[in-house]
């Protein structure tokens, strides 16, 4: 079966550093999203991304964040100056043209900032 | 702004029984889809099943199977024959077509669900 593949699994990094987390989502979806879950909190939706730009983002997604596809398989989250509370489980999901019929989601990438 | 609220934190059944996860929703939406999603500890999310808000018949996937009452915005799910593997934090999210056409999903704060031998 298809999946939605992220790396890396756990990330720690030093408050203020960039980091990105990488996502190949699944070949033939054409959506696709970042999640986070910050530990024993709900999963809030991030942005999503089509014909390569974004669709919809959350207040969340503030100026620190930006995605990509760079190279039309990959699909990368870009934290600039982490802080603190950016500390969370990052999904990346995509979907096919009809969403409605459920996102796939990746394993996640924990990410740990200090 | 549409709303889940999943009322259980924690919930537990012997395995072999039955139990069933509660959800309610508001939304003005006419429209939408509702899903489950299981979350083990490998942390992974998997989608358990999905309703459509305009279809009454309720969905069903072998052992799991919801109640949908559109006009009560309620949206349960029911396990059969629980088993140990059925261990997990369970999501109920909803999904409308936002102007946008992305298909976000907003979550309940989910229920952690122990399968007992």
């Known amino acids: 079966e298809p999946e939605v593949t992220q790396t890396p699994s756990h990330q720690v990094t030093q408050m203020g550093q960039e980091v990105i987390l990488r996502c190949v989502p699944i070949?033939?979806?054409?959506?696709f999203y970042w999640y986070r879950q910050i530990l024993g909190q709900k999963v809030e939706f991030l942005v999503s991304?089509?014909?390569?730009?974004?669709?919809?983002k959350s207040e969340i997604f503030d100026d620190q964040f930006s995605v990509e596809r760079p190279d039309g398989s990959n699909f990368t989250l870009k934290i600039r100056s982490t802080k603190l509370e950016d500390s969370a489980m990052y999904f990346c999901?995509?979907?096919?043209?009809?969403?409605?019929?459920?996102?796939?989601f990746g394993s996640g990438t924990r990410l740990t900032v200090v | 702004a549409q709303t889940v609220t999943q009322s259980q934190p924690e919930m537990s059944v012997q395995e072999a029984e039955t139990v069933t996860l509660s959800c309610t929703y508001d939304?003005?939406?006419?429209?939408?889809?509702l899903f489950w999603y299981k979350q083990p500890p490998s942390r992974q999310m998997i989608l358990v099943i999905r309703?459509?808000?305009?279809?009454?018949q309720n969905a069903t996937e072998n052992r799991f199977s919801v109640n949908f009452q559109k006009a009560a915005k309620s949206f349960s799910l029911k396990i059969s024959d629980s088993q140990l593997g059925d261990t997990a934090m369970y999501f109920c999210?909803?999904?409308?077509?936002?102007?946008?056409?992305?298909?976000?999903?907003?979550f309940g704060k989910g229920t952690k669900l122990s399968v007992i031998p």
């Open positions: 999901a995509s979907s096919s043209r009809t969403g409605s019929y459920g996102y796939t």
């Open positions: 070949s033939n979806h054409l959506y």
């Open positions: 991304f089509y014909n390569n730009e974004i669709s919809e």
């Open positions: 939304t003005s939406e006419n429209n939408y889809y």
């Open positions: 309703q459509e808000a305009y279809k009454q």
């Open positions: 999210a909803f999904m409308k077509l936002s102007g946008a056409g992305s298909y976000q999903l907003t």
